[in-house]
């Protein structure tokens, strides 16, 4: 008799532990609707990033194979980086937008805006070039050279 109840207690609680790791696993998979655009972010910036935040990413322009972005903070409109970014080596034989089509290339952004990924392509990313334009990561950034040296243009 101890047996069959001990049985039925552990059937119940696995069953139970089964279905909150479905919900759990179904819950962090939802998408996530971009927040609200806050004042000063401009129209033409698109949302990447997922429920845990993200960034705002405007194109400005493309000049000589470099594109120059702006990179806004999630939640308020501060420019974290404004640099000029080019395609890596290893997209050479592919032919990208020069107009702000480019940002529906692109999939996400590094958490330290090294990396703009491309969707569908992942031998080849934008990269940044330092000195960067301007912006608060940028600020904090290029008081340590030995962090960005590397990302100097050719």
Not at 28 to 44: M, Y
Not at 81 to 91: H, I, R, S
Request: aromatic share 16%; net charge neutral.
């Amino acid at each position: 008799m101890i047996i069959k109840k001990l049985f039925i207690s552990l059937s119940i609680l696995l069953a139970l532990g089964f279905v909150g790791y479905k919900y759990l696993n179904w819950s962090f998979n939802q998408p996530c609707d971009p927040p609200e655009r806050p004042d000063g972010i401009p129209v033409s910036a698109k949302w990447y990033g997922g429920c845990d935040g993200g960034a705002w990413l405007e194109f400005v322009e493309c000049r000589n194979n470099k594109y120059r972005f702006r990179i806004y903070l999630d939640y308020v409109a501060t420019v974290m980086l404004d640099a000029d970014y080019v395609v890596t080596e290893g997209c050479s034989n592919v032919d990208f937008p020069r107009d702000r089509t480019i940002l529906n290339k692109i999939s996400r952004i590094d958490s330290y805006f090294k990396q703009l990924y491309f969707k569908d392509i992942q031998e080849c990313h934008l990269r940044p070039i330092y000195p960067a334009i301007g912006g608060d990561y940028w600020d904090v950034l290029k008081e340590k050279p030995s962090e960005w040296q590397g990302f100097r243009e050719n």
